[in-house]
């Protein structure tokens, strides 16, 4: 990369379910932009974050971890991983946590990966939690043996910063030349409203257990924008099951003003300024397996 050049392309974070891509994507972008949780399979679908340096622009794409679809959302969330993965990228990053690193679960993964045309780095994540540094080392290696495009290694702690600044860098330098893919300043492509939805499915992975993150879809039905202090969003919580509706409301509505409480304050620290959330939990027979309802949520296009 010379000065007088400009650099720009698609940057895939690309890895199984929990590997720490959505944390890495947002030390990258330097904001809170992708929903972040202790449990699986939080992210749904790509997820952009756009960086800017003098002579680059670096599109980065957060991905729905890699797994083996068992309903029809799980069958659009692989898609994005394909999309991403075999169409879009200028330059794969693939994570793996480097404190479980579960080599034989990534077989599929590796596969695909194997059969990129672009520069695939390796980003071991979570090198906070492996006391024994050398170990690291090895795992290099054997995955390397397993992936032979790999280009480069990087050992990051995403949540501390560590090895983030390098791995930046590292990827502006790969970028082919090219003009600048969004107009400079604009740091994603996706509307507040999508936000407010996530923010608020984010808060229900954190707040619930067992099946209820993965039966919960959220849709915006009112979002404010004109009303200063009484800016409200109006949401509905799409639950599988009558059982469910009772839980995500908890006694008395304990729960769900939790929940409210907690998506409030996520909200208004994301758009910068205060929101009130109105919540309302529907039963929606059966939505992870239907086109029809995919396609009203987004992880569809339509037709
Ligand atoms: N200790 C430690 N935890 C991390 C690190 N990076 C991510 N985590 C944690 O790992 C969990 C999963 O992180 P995410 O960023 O949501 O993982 P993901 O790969 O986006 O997960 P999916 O969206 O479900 O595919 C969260 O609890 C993070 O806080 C790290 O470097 N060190
Ligand atoms: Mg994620």
Redesign the pocket.
């Known amino acids: 990369m010379t000065k007088n050049t400009f650099h720009s392309g698609f940057c895939v974070l690309s890895?199984l379910?929990?590997?720490?891509?959505?944390?890495?994507l947002n030390a990258l972008a330097g904001g809170l932009l992708s929903a972040?949780?202790?449990?699986?399979?939080?992210?749904r679908q790509n997820i952009l974050a756009i960086a800017e340096g003098e002579n680059y622009q670096i599109v980065f794409v957060?991905t729905?971890?890699f797994l083996h679809p068992r309903y029809k959302l799980q069958q659009t969330m692989a898609a994005c991983v394909d999309r991403a993965v075999g169409e879009d990228a200028d330059i794969i990053l693939l994570?793996i946590d480097a404190h479980e690193p579960d080599l034989p679960a990534h077989a599929d993964l590796f596969k695909k990966i194997s059969q990129a045309f672009c520069p695939v780095y390796l980003v071991l994540?979570?090198?906070?939690?492996v006391k024994d540094k050398p170990v690291l080392k090895d795992l290099h290696k054997e995955i390397k043996t397993q992936l032979p495009n790999i280009e480069k290694v990087f050992e990051?702690?995403?949540?501390r910063g560590n090895g983030v600044a390098e791995l930046k860098a590292a990827v502006a330098a790969a970028l082919p030349e090219s003009p600048a893919y969004f107009p400079a300043g604009q740091w994603t492509d996706r509307w507040e409203r999508f936000y407010a939805a996530e923010f608020i499915r984010e808060q229900i992975f954190k707040l619930y257990q067992q099946e209820i993150p993965y039966s919960t879809q959220v849709e915006i039905e009112k979002f404010t924008e004109n009303l200063g202090d009484k800016n409200y969003i109006r949401a509905i919580i799409h639950v599988e099951r009558e059982g469910q509706k009772p839980i995500l409301i908890g006694k008395g509505g304990s729960a769900i003003a939790k929940l409210r409480e907690h998506a409030q304050t996520r909200i208004a620290q994301f758009l910068g300024r205060p929101y009130r959330l109105e919540l309302q939990v529907v039963v929606t027979p059966n939505w992870r397996d239907s086109n029809e309802w995919l396609e009203k949520f987004g992880y569809i296009e339509k037709e």
């Open positions: 890895g379910p929990n590997a720490g891509k959505s944390t890495l972040v949780t202790e449990k699986p399979q939080t992210t957060d729905p971890g994570l994540t979570k090198t906070d939690l990051i702690c995403a949540p």
